[in-house]
């Protein structure tokens, strides 16, 4: 039997379409194999969104072709969708193909490798068996300036709602408790009449998914009534990552960014006036094109105004085929370090505070592994969690009460 191993660089929706992939690689009569394992063929996922991702790639392909014996190597997604002739020139795969095409690929390499047995019971390797990623949607039209993704996946589609209602009841079925939707642009949601909330609503009815979990949501798509729902609902888990980029409205007008720093600020007010104990989310951009420290310091005070629970730190990295590469003013390495590196310590302390408000508080864990007598897991908060007294099984979802909180652990002892 054939064997194919996955590589996904990139986010969360290029996981979501690797598990997609690898079933189909399965179906097809391949057999599935863990990434650094020996195999005929290698599919590496790859990811456009910055340079560095792209190297990434090129540099997991390189050291693939230095296997004996050597894999076919495929390069599928973003970055083949927009550096095709980079990637070959870099390090000659074998294939390359694009979002169009990614999905034929058991046919494609079936054919190449003369795979003739079709093996219904091999399983494909998956990540987790707690959690279970699924897209729900792909493409973007915003447009901001230094992203390539509606160059890499095109305009907004959505996956039809009894298409997901039916991909939720088989990981139901295979033991997943929770479900992350997933997408380019989560909060653009839409088929129809369907919007995300009908979606939320519809996937609520499966038995066995205990927790929904939402990736990124811009605060101009879902918005209020996103959370509004989140407070009615027993099984949408209290996380929102909510991108803002910039506190400093001329940085996020060069951005092209959908919003103000006082939209952005009001709308977290109205979360967490509904949802007090909110994990939120965020990411950040420093040294976008043209950055001066003043329009820095606004990011900075902005941020200490809102009690995030997690910050995501990104020193700006021109990606080409984008406008914000092309712009003047780009911004020193060491100045863009500096500023991230100030922006991390932040990061640290906002992510200390909010765990330390958890504590005394009972908390819902999901359990995904245990070792050496202790139980590891996430809240619905998507806080850490560490539980030494009665260990849990993995894949259960249990009731703690965290006495402590130490670096944004929240622990039993």
């Not at 995300?196 to 209020?224: F, M, P, Q």
């Not at 950040?284 to 094109?289: E, T």
Request: net charge negative; with cysteine.
């Amino acid at each position: 039997m054939k064997t194919v191993s996955f590589k996904t660089v990139g986010c969360r929706l290029n996981q979501a379409e690797t598990t997609q992939l690898a079933e189909s690689f399965a179906e097809a009569g391949f057999k599935v194999e863990k990434f650094g394992t020996p195999t005929d063929a290698v599919i590496v996922h790859t990811c456009a969104v910055t340079a560095r991702a792209e190297k990434d790639c090129i540099r997991i392909a390189r050291s693939c072709a230095k296997h004996t014996p050597k894999p076919f190597i495929v390069l599928a997604g973003c970055a083949a969708e927009v550096s095709a002739e980079v990637l070959q020139a870099e390090c000659g795969p074998d294939l390359i193909v694009g979002q169009d095409g990614k999905f034929d690929l058991p046919k494609t390499l079936a054919q190449i490798l003369s795979v003739s047995q079709i093996d219904g019971n091999t399983e494909p390797v998956t990540a987790t068996r707690t959690r279970a990623i699924v897209k729900v949607q792909t493409g973007c039209d915003f447009y901001c300036t230094y992203c390539i993704v509606p160059a890499a996946r095109g305009k907004p589609t959505s996956v039809p709602p009894p298409e997901i209602t039916e991909r939720v009841r088989e990981l139901a079925g295979k033991g997943y408790k929770e479900v992350v939707l997933t997408g380019a642009n989560l909060g653009c949601y839409g088929t129809g009449s369907h919007d995300l909330i009908d979606l939320l609503k519809s996937i609520e009815e499966v038995n066995g998914i205990e927790r929904i979990r939402l990736s990124s949501v811009e605060i101009t798509t879902a918005e209020r009534t996103l959370v509004d729902y989140m407070k009615t609902s027993s099984k949408v888990c209290r996380h929102l990552h909510v991108p803002l980029q910039s506190g400093s409205n001329t940085v996020l007008a060069r951005m092209n960014r959908k919003y103000s720093s006082a939209d952005y600020q009001d709308f977290c007010a109205y979360a967490l006036a509904r949802l007090p104990d909110l994990g939120l989310g965020t990411d950040v951009i420093v040294g976008f094109p043209g950055e001066t420290d003043k329009e820095y310091r606004e990011t900075v005070e902005l941020i200490k105004e809102i009690p995030f629970s997690n910050l995501h730190v990104f020193q700006y990295s021109p990606r080409a085929g984008t406008p914000a590469a092309e712009m003047d003013e780009q911004i020193a390495s060491q100045t863009k370090k500096e500023r991230s590196d100030r922006l991390l310590e932040l990061a640290l302390a906002k992510k200390a505070s909010f765990a330390n408000k958890l504590v005394g508080k009972e908390c819902s864990v999901l359990i995904e592994k245990t070792e050496e007598g202790v139980g590891y897991g996430w809240t619905k908060e998507y806080i850490r969690a560490e539980i030494t007294q009665n260990i849990p099984q993995i894949n259960e979802i249990v009731d703690f009460t965290p006495s402590t909180a130490a670096e944004g652990v929240l622990r039993d002892t």
